[in-house]
Nanobody, 127 residues
Framework: QVQLVESGGGLVQPGGSLRLSCAAS????????MGWFRQTPGKERELVAA????????SYAGSAKGRFTISRDNAKNTMFLQMNTLKPEDTARYYC????????????????????WGQGTQVTVSS
């Protein structure tokens, strides 16, 4: 059974940092392209960042560029999102998602491409 579990969320002051983790089980992680999404009440889910199965290709939403870094450790079946210079507008529930990928360098930015989702971890940026 494929399972994704996020961790690392919490309350942080504006300008602070957090590192989210997404641990995968029941899947050959290195064969999965992965992504981080976020959602706030009343708004649509939006892509934060995506990464290819090898980790060699990445994509970021405009709001994340220059502040967030997506990475993965296939040996540990884990994906990360390093978030720096956090802003109140980054407050959301963050979800990791994965989908089987047949191309080493492909990443996916559309949420409907992903077949497996975690339960999410809450990030709150507030003073």
């Amino acid at each position: 059974q494929v399972q994704l579990v996020e961790s690392g969320g919490g309350l942080v002051q504006p300008g602070g940092s957090l590192r989210l983790s997404c641990a995968a089980s029941g899947v050959t992680f290195s064969m999965y392209a992965m992504g981080w999404f976020r959602q706030t009440p009343g708004k649509e889910r939006e892509l934060v960042a995506a990464i290819s199965r090898s980790g060699g290709s990445t994509s970021y939403a405009g709001s994340a560029k220059g502040r967030f870094t997506i990475s993965r450790d296939n040996a540990k079946n884990t994906m990360f999102l390093q978030m720096n210079t956090l802003k109140p507008e980054d407050t959301a529930r963050y979800y990791c998602a994965g989908t089987r990928s047949y191309v080493d360098s492909s990443y996916y930015t559309r949420g409907d491409v992903y077949r497996t989702w975690g339960q999410g971890t809450q990030v709150t940026v507030s003073s």
